[in-house]
């Protein structure tokens, strides 16, 4: 019984330093190009001022891909939530995490399983020295506070449990029962991104067991956006800046292999 009061406890003091941080956030104008490219392009994106423990840790190394371009586009749109389809390994939630960090834009991860259940994204009662409380859940504080909420493997969802989600993803209240009834108004600034192996159709490769043929209506809510492996050119730059003192010829060695790989991956399957 100790253990699990204090699990309340700690569960408790982490929704509140959440809480806190996210009530206290000032909001800040970048142009996209300034920030990612170094050439202003006039492209306005809201982001935050100050970085805080909710922000994905930045990694100066980071290369964008081509994909950012229509990242930054969403972002600057209060529109439709984001689905990023695409191979393993091609840095689908990497992605959204360092245009997260850059802008400081706080980010509640969760990872999709066939276990989970709506209540886990939106909240739930929990019980502290006899006392009812309730706690909410990842999907509830972005929503509320404006932060972005990043579901990964939503393919791996049963779609009834996804169809709980439509509202909020067409920009209405989140119903949230158990608190009374609550309904949650969408911040401005609260963005929704899923990521997936699939474009929502099913695996048709049989690379990804597991993966679960989404609603239609469900997708249709979604602006989609295919995320492929980064060019031999690309890679090429990765490595010359994470690795500069390593020779061209090895450089070029490890790319090959890499590619070679992938293909046989591909193809065998």
Same mark, same amino acid.
């Given at each position: 019984m100790?253990?699990?009061?204090?699990e309340?406890?700690?569960?408790?003091?982490?929704?509140?330093?959440?809480k806190?941080i %996210?009530?206290? %956030?000032?909001t800040?104008i970048?142009?996209?190009?300034?920030?990612?490219?170094?050439s202003?392009?006039?492209?306005?994106?809201?982001?935050?001022? =100050?970085?805080?423990?909710?922000?994905?840790?930045?990694?100066?190394?980071?290369?964008?891909?081509?994909?950012?371009?229509?990242?930054?586009?969403w972002?600057?749109? =209060?529109? =439709?939530?984001?689905?990023?389809?695409?191979?393993?390994?091609s840095?689908?939630?990497s992605?959204?995490?360092?245009?997260?960090?850059?802008?400081?834009?706080?980010?509640?991860?969760?990872?999709?399983h066939? +276990?989970?259940?709506?209540?886990?994204?939106?909240?739930?009662l929990?019980?502290? =020295?006899?006392?009812?409380?309730?706690q909410?859940?990842?999907?509830?504080?972005?929503?509320?506070?404006?932060?972005?909420?990043?579901?990964?493997?939503?393919?791996?969802?049963?779609?009834a449990?996804?169809?709980?989600?439509?509202?909020?993803?067409d920009?209405?209240?989140?119903?949230?029962?158990?608190?009374?009834?609550?309904?949650i108004?969408?911040?401005?600034?609260?963005?929704f991104?899923?990521?997936?192996?699939?474009?929502?159709?099913?695996d048709?490769?049989?690379?990804?067991?597991?993966?679960? +043929?989404q609603?239609?209506a469900f997708m249709?809510?979604?602006?989609?956006c295919?995320?492929?492996?980064?060019?031999?050119?690309?890679?090429?730059q990765?490595?010359?800046?994470?690795?500069?003192?390593?020779?061209?010829?090895?450089r070029?060695?490890?790319?090959?292999?890499?590619n070679?790989?992938?293909a046989?991956? %591909?193809?065998n399957?």
């Amino acid at each position: 019984m100790i253990n699990k009061e204090n699990e309340f406890s700690n569960e408790l003091n982490i929704q509140n330093n959440a809480k806190y941080i %996210l009530s206290n %956030l000032q909001t800040k104008i970048y142009d996209a190009g300034a920030l990612f490219k170094n050439s202003p392009s006039g492209l306005k994106i809201t982001g935050y001022k =100050d970085c805080n423990p909710l922000v994905p840790k930045k990694n100066d190394f980071y290369f964008f891909s081509d994909n950012l371009d229509e990242v930054c586009v969403w972002l600057s749109h =209060d529109s =439709d939530p984001l689905y990023l389809f695409g191979p393993t390994g091609s840095g689908k939630t990497s992605l959204i995490k360092q245009v997260a960090a850059r802008l400081n834009y706080p980010v509640f991860d969760v990872t999709g399983h066939n +276990r989970l259940e709506f209540i886990d994204l939106v909240g739930h009662l929990t019980v502290k =020295d006899n006392n009812m409380s309730y706690q909410y859940g990842p999907l509830a504080l972005a929503a509320k506070y404006g932060a972005l909420f990043l579901l990964n493997e939503i393919d791996l969802l049963d779609p009834a449990t996804l169809s709980g989600l439509n509202g909020i993803l067409d920009g209405e209240p989140l119903s949230v029962v158990e608190n009374e009834g609550e309904l949650i108004e969408p911040h401005s600034n609260f963005r929704f991104v899923a990521t997936a192996n699939s474009n929502g159709a099913a695996d048709q490769t049989g690379l990804y067991q597991g993966v679960v +043929r989404q609603n239609l209506a469900f997708m249709d809510r979604f602006w989609l956006c295919e995320v492929g492996y980064a060019s031999p050119e690309a890679e090429s730059q990765i490595l010359a800046q994470a690795s500069p003192d390593l020779p061209d010829a090895i450089r070029k060695a490890m790319i090959e292999v890499a590619n070679e790989v992938r293909a046989l991956f %591909l193809a065998n399957n």
